[in-house]
């Protein structure tokens, strides 16, 4: 069964600190890896990846893909509490006519 | 261009009513789909369509109905409202490289 698996389900950290935030996936015909920040409102987008090893960044948010070992990692420097939010994982398959698999989301708390 | 949009913002129905959550897009994505949300849950999905016409079930399909007659609108129809139906609900559009949402309908049922 395709699923997706993000970890931590819960983090909290001070102001300043650099978070790692993981997502495994088992999917077949894997086309793309998506991850979201969900605060009060919808799910904004962040990053899409589709290529192992090359990492996405923007800001002070980076993220990795490993094709080979199924996850992704979202990095989150010198954290502010503005970055206080669910952050949502997604696996899109290469058949458009499969559904996009999300996992259950890590929700980041900042403490000031 | 209004991105996807999504009405009512809020709703409260009772057990056994229907009604219509709306959901529209210009942005011309083939792809859209309907998704709840609930605590612990993450998003599940609930029916999604890959072009007008064409529509499929999702993770939790039951209770839901909907159609495509055209690429712009995606309704969602609850049948006769359940109390386990109260939820955030997220309309999405998406393209090749991302996937827009709406901004969400929460939905009680009492």
């Known amino acids: 069964e395709d699923k997706v698996v993000q970890s931590p389900l819960s983090l909290v950290v001070h102001e300043g600190d650099t978070v790692t935030l993981n997502c495994s996936y088992e999917?077949?015909?894997?086309?793309?890896l998506l991850w979201y920040k969900q605060e009060k409102k919808a799910p904004t987008f962040l990053f899409m990846l589709?290529?192992?090893?090359i990492e996405k960044k923007s800001g002070r948010l980076s993220s990795i893909l490993d094709k080979k070992e199924l996850f992704s990692i979202l990095n989150i420097t010198a954290t502010q509490t503005g970055d206080s939010a669910i952050y949502l994982c997604?696996?899109?398959?290469?058949?458009?006519?499969?559904?996009?698999?999300f996992g259950k989301g890590t929700r980041l708390h900042i403490l000031p | 261009n209004a991105g996807v949009t999504q009405t009512p913002k809020f709703q409260v129905l009772k057990t056994g009513q229907s009604m219509t959550l709306q959901c529209a897009q210009d942005?011309?994505?083939?792809?859209m789909s309907w998704y709840r949300q609930d605590p612990g849950m993450g998003l599940r999905l609930i029916h999604y369509?890959?072009?007008?016409?064409?529509?499929d079930q999702g993770e939790v399909p039951n209770g839901y109905n909907v159609s495509r007659s055209t690429t712009e609108d995606f309704p969602l129809r609850l049948l006769s409202a359940a109390p386990s139906q109260t939820s955030v609900y997220f309309c999405?559009?998406?393209?090749?490289?991302?996937?827009?949402f709406g901004p969400g309908t929460r939905l009680t049922v009492t």
């Open positions: 997604a696996v899109e398959p290469t058949n458009r006519d499969d559904k996009i698999i």
């Open positions: 999917v077949t015909n894997f086309r793309s």
């Open positions: 589709t290529s192992s090893g």
């Open positions: 942005m011309n994505h083939e792809y």
């Open positions: 369509s890959v072009g007008a016409g064409i529509t």
């Open positions: 999405a559009s998406h393209s090749t490289y991302e996937q827009y």
